[in-house]
Every structure is written in C-alpha cells, then in structure tokens.
C-alpha cells in the first residue's frame, strides 16, 4: 500500500513564449485537484530553469512532483537522472502521468530508468543519421550550413557606422545584440565617444 504524499507540486513547463502549459496543468488537476502547480516558459538544462530549481529546493521527505510528460521535466538522461536522483535524495518521488511512472515504487524506478535509456539511445540515433547526412552533403557539395543574412550584416555595419546604438539595431532588426556586437567586432567598428 502506497504512502499518500505530504505534498504534492506539479511542474508544467513549455520551451516558448507563444506555448501554453493550459493542457499540463489541467491534466494535473484532474489527477490531483489538490496539486500545487508551479509553471514556467523556459528552455535549457535544469540550472537554466528557476522554476523547477526552487522547487527542487523545496522538496523534502514524502512530498511528491508530478509532471505531464517525461520531456517537460528533462532535456536528456543526465539531466533526468539528476533531477530524479535529487528528488529521490530528499525523500521526495517523481510521476510522469503520460506514462504512469511513479518513482515512489520499484516498478516505476525501473521504467523510468528503461524509458530514458531508449529515449537517449533514440536521441542519440537521430544525431548520427544527422550528422551522416550533413556528411554527404559535404562530400557532394551540397552543405553549406546556415547562410548568412547578407542584406541585414551590411544594413546592420551601415548603423553601427553612423553610430547608431546596438539596441536600436537589435530592435530594428529584431535579433539579438549579441549578433549586433559580433558583426561590429568582424567589421572592426569603433564606436564615437
């Protein structure tokens, strides 16, 4: 018989602005209409996400995190095992509700531990049929990588001439300042004080 958790929190994230985690969230709640959810739209490694860090800080013996899908908790089997080995260190438990995971028992320890070793084995096929693509590209000619935006680089090294600021050009453009701060450092442009 099953421990009932302490407390329960749901971790629902989406990687961009324009997502929603409305359909995370609704699932957690019908599973437990008691749930704590804490959202964030972010992308990146674990230590990128202040979200879920301040949760996993939170964490403490019988409390439980609950999560929609495997691939909104982690980015990869390292960062999936950190977490989980994390939460399981403060004597906390991890469910994945999509594929009825609960690490809370030996059953759901064991699935999880299989699910992401084919997910990253998966990851890891993609990356090599990509990188053997890109291969005979090369070897036919045919790769030539991402192209540069000439029309903006030579509006961009126009501004910075007439000294227009890097956020005015990042705005006009609507890139970033680090690419505006790159192509001045390639064109050599000094700015007026």
């Known amino acids: 018989m099953e421990d009932k958790p302490k407390n329960i929190f749901g971790y629902c994230r989406c990687s961009t602005v324009g997502q929603s985690t409305l359909i995370q ?38 409390d439980k995190i609950v999560v929609y899908k495997l691939d909104r908790l982690g980015r990869n089997l390292k960062d999936l095992l950190d977490i989980v080995t994390e939460i399981e260190s403060k004597g906390g438990t991890l469910e994945v509700l999509d ?49 540069p935006n000439l029309e903006r680089k030579n509006s961009i090294i126009k501004l910075l001439k007439q000294n227009v600021s890097v956020i005015q050009i990042s705005k006009q453009w609507n890139c970033s300042r680090g690419l505006v701060y790159k192509i001045k450092k390639e064109s050599m442009i000094c700015s007026k004080f």
């Open 99 to 147: 594929f009825n995971i609960d690490t809370g028992t030996s059953t759901g320890r064991l699935f999880l531990s299989l699910l992401m070793m084919f997910s990253e084995y998966e990851n890891n096929l993609r990356r090599e049929r990509q990188l053997e693509g890109i291969k005979k590209c090369k070897e036919n000619n045919g790769y030539k990588g991402k192209q």
């Open 25 to 62: 969230e609704e699932v957690l709640k019908s599973r437990y209409p008691k749930i704590t959810i804490r959202t964030e739209k972010k992308s990146g490694t674990t230590r990128e996400r202040p979200v879920l860090n301040l949760l996993l800080d939170m964490i403490q013996k019988g």
